[in-house]
C-alpha cells in the first residue's frame, strides 16, 4: 500500500513537472489560467459549504464549518490575486452555473465529506506542484495552502462522526466520492475534445459560408 | 394572473414575480452565486422570489423571458460576419455559445421550471427595459428613455407609456441600433481607462471629476449628435463588432495615444487632496479623456430627452438601461430640460429587465389599481440570523484571524461578542455610540435591496466627516479605489440643510440615483461622501420607506447634531452585495470591520487593551 502511494505520488510529480515546464513555458496564460481555475475550485468549495451549512443547526458543528468556509475563502483568493498579478495575462473563469452537489434530502455530512475527499486531493496536487513550480509566489503560496490542510482529515473524520455518519457510512461514501470524481475528471477530458472538434467544425463553416453571409452583414450593417 | 420574469445570458442575471400589476418579489442571482454580475439560469433567485412571495412553481401562469433570442441572434450572426475573415475566433466562441444555449432559452426556462414552452414570452429587451422604466413610477403616462450598451439590435430607445382601460401601453417612437451605440463608447473607453467593462462605468463617472474635457470637440467628431436627437458612431474608431478585441480601435489609439497600462493605478483621491495635485502629467491625460466622455455622454442624453419631451410633450420623464446608472448625467435631466418629474427604477440595468418583462406581460390585461403602485427597492431575500448568531460564541477568533486578507496584514481583535436588543430604539442607540467612536459598522437587515445600491439593509456604514475612517474604509475593508467618493445617508428633514433644495419627492434622490451640490457650510460635517466637485450620492430616507435606518439615522443625530451616515454596499472588491449573514459574517471576519449588525444582534470585535 506505501509503496503504491510513492509510485502515484512520483506520478503526479512527473505530470505536474511536464505540464508546468512544457505547458506553462509555451504560453505565460496557461499558468495564470491554472491558478484562476485552483482560485474558482476554491470559491466553489465556499459555495457548497455555505449552502450545505442552512442544514447545521448544531452552533459548535455549524462554527467548525464556518471557519472552514473562511479557510477555503482565503484560499480562493490567495489564488485569484496570483492569476490577477499580471493583469495583460489575466484568464476570467466565467461564472459556473451553480447547482448543489447532493439532493435536500441528504444528509449534510455527505457534502462536507465530499468537500473533504477534494481538498485532500486538492492538498496532495499542491504539494506535488510546489515542489517543481519554477513560480516563487504559488509556491509560497500552495505551501500555506499545504499547512493549513494538514490535520483536515482527522477533524473532518471526527465532524461527520458527530453529524451522525458511522464509520461503514462514511467509508463506503468515501469510496463513492473518489470514483464519483474520477469520473466527473474523465468528462472534464472528453468534454474539452469536443469541443476542439465543434471548433474545426464551426471554423469550417464560417469559411464556407463567410463570403456569402459577410456581403449580406456588411449591407445590414451599413445600412444603420 | 401571476407572472415570473425572468433574465438571464449575458450578465446580471435575475427574477421577479408580479401579480396583478404589483410587484411581489425580485432578486438578482449574483446575490445568491457569490459571483458578481452572474448571467447563468437565475436558479437560486427564483426560488428565493417564489419563497418571498409566499408561492410555488404551480402557482405560476406565466412567464416573461426580458429579450427575444432569435432576433439577438441576427445581430451576433451579422457582426460575426461582417468581420470576416478577420473574425472568425470570435465567430466560433459565439456560436458555441449560442447554438449551445443562448438561443434556446425558452426551452431551457420550460426545462428547468417544468413549464410548458407555450406559457413562456420572450420581449424586445428594450421593452422590457421600458417596462421596468415604468413599473412603480406612479405615472399615469410618461415618455421612456432607455439608453443601454445593446440590446437585440437598439442601443438607445424612446418610448411613450400610458394606461389605457386598466392595461399599459408602451409605444416605440425611435431607436437607434447596433453598432451605433452611446453606451459601447462609454464602455469602450471604460476600457481604455484600464478599467473593466460592464463593472467599471462608475470608476470612469468618479475619474471624470479630475479632469477637464479636453477631448470633448474629438469625441463630437466621432459621435455625432443628429438634429433629431439621436447620434451616428464612426466606427473606424471603435471594435464593437469584433467583440472580442479591444473596444477602441489602432485609430482610435493613434489619435488619443496609447491606453493606460494595466500595471498602473490612479493616484487621485477623494480624501486627500495633495495627492491630485501631485498626479504625473501622463495620468492626467486619463482623467481628462473620462471627463470628456463623461460629458459627451451627458449631452447625448440630455439631447435626446429634450428631443423626446419635444415630441411628446409629457412632463414626467422614465429612464432605463444601464445608462441610467450614470448619477452625474442624470442631474441634468431635470436642470437642462422640460420635465418636471424623473424616475429610474431601482436595478434600471439588465438585472431589472426581469421586473419590465414581468410587469409588461402581466399588465396587458385589465389590473385595476396597477397605475399608482409603487415599491420599495427592499424586494430580495430576508434571512433568519438566529443560527449564525447561535455559533459566535463557538468561534476562535484567533485562529479565524489568520486568515484575515493579505493585504490587511493581520488583524488584531482577539475575540467576539454579542449582544441582542430587545427593541429598535436600544439597537440604534448603541450602533449610533459606535459610529460616533469611529467604528465601521456592518449593517444587515430586513430583506435584501434589488439593484445595485445599498440602501441601508445589506450596508456599510461610518461616520460621514471622518476622511481618516473613510480612508481605512477603503484600503481595509472595502479595498476600493481611493479616488472613487461614498454616498450619504439623510433623513428627509436633514436633507434641507445638506442639499441645495428640497428633493424628498423625487425617488431619483432617495435612491442614490443622482448626483446632488452640498451646501458650501454644510460639507465639514460630511466631508468622507463629497466628491471633488462638491457633488454627493444622496440617500434620503424617509421614516416609512426604511423605519429601522431612519432611526439609525436620528438616533446619530443626537449625538453628532447631524443625520446622515456614510453608506455603501456591503461587500468586497470583486464580490457581490453579502445575500446571506453567513457570508456577512465571512467579511466581518476577514477584513478590517469593527461591527457587525445582524438584524437586532451586535456582534463586535474585542481587542486587547494597552
Known amino acids: 500500500m506505501i509503496r503504491m502511494k510513492a509510485i502515484y505520488s512520483t506520478f503526479l510529480d512527473f505530470r505536474n513537472w511536464f505540464f508546468m515546464r512544457f505547458l506553462w513555458g509555451m504560453s505565460e496564460k496557461n499558468y495564470y489560467r491554472t491558478v484562476e481555475l485552483f482560485a474558482a475550485t476554491e470559491a466553489d468549495t465556499v459555495w457548497q459549504l455555505v449552502y450545505g451549512i442552512d442544514k447545521i443547526h448544531d452552533p459548535n458543528f455549524r462554527a467548525q464549518v464556518f471557519t472552514q468556509i473562511v479557510e477555503e475563502d482565503f484560499h480562493a483568493e490567495t489564488f485569484y490575486k496570483i492569476s490577477r498579478a499580471r493583469p495583460e495575462a489575466i484568464y476570467r473563469v466565467p461564472p459556473q452555473e451553480k447547482e448543489f452537489l447532493y439532493s435536500d434530502d441528504d444528509p449534510v455530512w455527505k457534502l462536507l465529506a465530499y468537500c473533504y475527499v477534494g481538498e485532500e486531493e486538492a492538498a496532495r496536487q499542491f504539494e506535488s506542484i510546489a515542489r517543481v513550480t519554477p513560480v516563487p509566489e504559488l509556491k509560497k503560496a500552495l505551501d500555506k495552502i499545504v499547512e493549513d490542510e494538514a490535520g483536515h482529515v482527522v477533524k473532518a473524520y471526527r465532524l461527520l462522526k458527530g453529524l451522525g455518519a458511522t464509520d461503514g457510512q462514511i467509508r463506503w461514501e468515501l469510496i463513492k466520492i473518489r470514483f464519483k470524481r474520477r469520473i466527473q475528471t474523465m468528462q472534464r477530458s472528453l468534454k474539452k475534445l469536443f469541443e476542439y472538434l465543434i471548433d474545426g467544425m464551426l471554423s469550417v463553416i464560417y469559411f464556407f459560408f463567410g463570403p456569402l453571409l459577410s456581403l449580406y452583414a456588411r449591407k445590414k450593417m451599413e445600412g444603420r | ?610
Open chain 2, 1 to 610: 394572473m401571476i407572472t415570473l420574469g425572468v433574465a438571464f445570458g449575458y450578465h446580471d442575471s435575475s427574477a421577479a414575480i408580479v401579480k396583478d400589476g404589483q410587484l411581489l418579489a425580485a432578486s438578482l442571482e449574483d446575490r445568491f452565486t457569490r459571483q458578481k454580475h452572474d448571467d447563468n439560469f437565475p436558479t437560486h433567485a427564483i426560488k428565493a422570489c417564489l419563497k418571498q412571495a409566499g408561492l410555488t412553481l404551480a402557482d405560476i401562469d406565466e412567464i416573461a423571458f426580458h429579450e427575444d433570442p432569435q432576433l439577438k441572434f441576427t445581430r451576433i450572426l451579422c457582426a460575426g460576419f461582417e468581420a470576416f475573415p478577420h473574425s472568425r475566433g470570435e465567430f466560433v466562441s459565439a456560436m458555441k455559445s449560442w447554438l449551445g444555449h443562448k438561443l434556446w432559452a425558452v426551452n431551457k426556462i420550460s426545462k428547468k421550471l417544468d413549464i410548458h414552452p407555450s406559457h413562456i414570452q420572450t420581449l424586445d429587451h428594450h421593452l422590457s427595459h421600458a417596462a421596468n422604466a415604468f413599473c412603480g413610477s406612479r405615472f399615469n403616462s410618461a415618455a421612456i428613455m432607455v439608453v443601454d450598451a445593446v440590446g437585440d439590435w437598439a442601443c438607445t430607445a424612446t418610448y411613450r407609456a400610458q394606461w389605457t382601460e386598466g392595461r399599459l401601453k408602451i409605444e416605440k417612437l425611435h431607436e437607434v441600433k447596433f453598432p451605433h451605440s452611446l453606451g459601447l463608447v462609454y464602455s469602450a473607453i471604460t476600457e481604455y481607462l484600464g478599467f473593466t467593462p460592464n463593472d467599471g462605468e462608475c470608476s470612469t463617472m468618479a475619474l471624470a471629476a479630475f479632469g477637464e474635457p479636453r477631448f470633448l470637440a474629438d469625441l463630437e467628431e466621432i459621435v455625432a449628435l443628429k438634429e433629431d436627437g439621436s447620434y451616428f458612431v464612426d466606427q473606424s474608431y471603435f471594435n464593437f463588432t469584433k467583440f472580442y478585441q479591444r473596444g477602441c480601435s489602432e485609430k482610435f489609439i493613434e489619435r488619443f495615444g496609447p491606453p493606460l497600462e494595466k500595471s498602473q493605478s490612479y493616484p487621485f483621491s477623494c480624501f486627500d487632496l495633495e495627492k491630485n495635485e501631485k498626479a504625473p502629467e501622463h495620468l492626467k491625460r486619463f482623467a481628462d479623456m473620462a471627463a470628456s466622455v463623461q460629458k459627451l455622454f451627458e449631452r447625448h442624453i440630455i439631447s435626446t430627452a429634450q428631443a423626446l419631451q419635444a415630441q411628446t410633450g409629457e412632463i414626467n420623464l422614465c429612464f432605463a438601461g444601464g445608462g441610467a446608472l450614470n448619477c452625474v448625467a442624470n442631474s441634468y435631466l431635470l436642470k437642462e430640460t422640460a420635465f418636471q418629474d424623473l424616475y429610474i427604477p431601482i436595478d434600471p440595468g439588465d438585472g431589472g429587465s426581469s421586473i419590465g418583462a414581468a410587469y409588461y406581460l402581466n399588465t396587458q390585461r385589465p389590473v385595476g389599481k396597477a397605475a399608482d403602485s409603487s415599491y420599495l427597492p427592499y424586494l430580495g431575500n430576508e434571512e433568519d440570523v438566529s443560527l449564525d448568531v447561535s455559533m459566535i460564541e463557538h468561534l476562535s477568533a484567533g485562529y479565524l484571524k489568520r486568515y484575515s486578507k493579505e493585504s490587511f496584514g493581520k488583524l488584531s481583535y482577539k475575540g467576539f461578542s454579542t449582544e441582542t436588543c430587545e427593541s429598535d430604539e436600544k439597537l440604534v442607540e448603541l450602533v449610533a455610540r459606535e459610529l460616533a467612536e469611529r467604528k465601521i459598522v456592518g449593517w444587515f437587515q430586513g430583506r435584501g435591496e434589488m439593484g445595485p445600491r445599498a440602501l441601508g439593509n445589506r450596508s456599510i456604514l461610518i461616520r460621514p466627516d471622518d476622511q481618516e475612517v473613510a480612508l481605512r474604509l477603503s484600503t481595509r475593508v472595502k479595498e476600493r479605489a481611493e479616488f472613487r467618493p461614498y454616498a450619504l445617508a439623510m433623513t428627509g428633514e436633514e436633507s434641507l440643510e445638506v442639499l441645495d433644495g428640497d428633493y424628498r419627492h423625487l425617488s431619483p434622490y432617495r435612491r442614490m440615483q443622482i448626483a446632488s451640490t452640498v451646501r458650501e457650510e454644510v460639507r465639514p460635517q460630511v466631508s468622507s461622501c463629497i466628491h471633488v466637485d462638491g457633488t454627493t450620492r444622496p440617500q434620503i430616507c424617509l421614516e416609512d420607506e426604511n423605519p429601522r435606518f431612519h432611526a439609525l439615522l436620528n438616533a446619530y443625530k443626537k449625538i453628532s447634531g447631524k443625520a446622515c451616515l456614510l453608506n455603501t454596499s456591503f461587500n468586497a472588491k470583486g464580490y457581490p452585495m453579502v445575500g446571506t449573514p453567513l457570508l456577512a459574517l465571512v467579511m466581518f471576519v476577514r477584513s478590517d470591520m469593527d461591527l457587525l449588525v445582524l438584524d437586532r444582534t451586535i456582534i463586535r470585535k474585542t481587542y486587547e487593551t494597552a
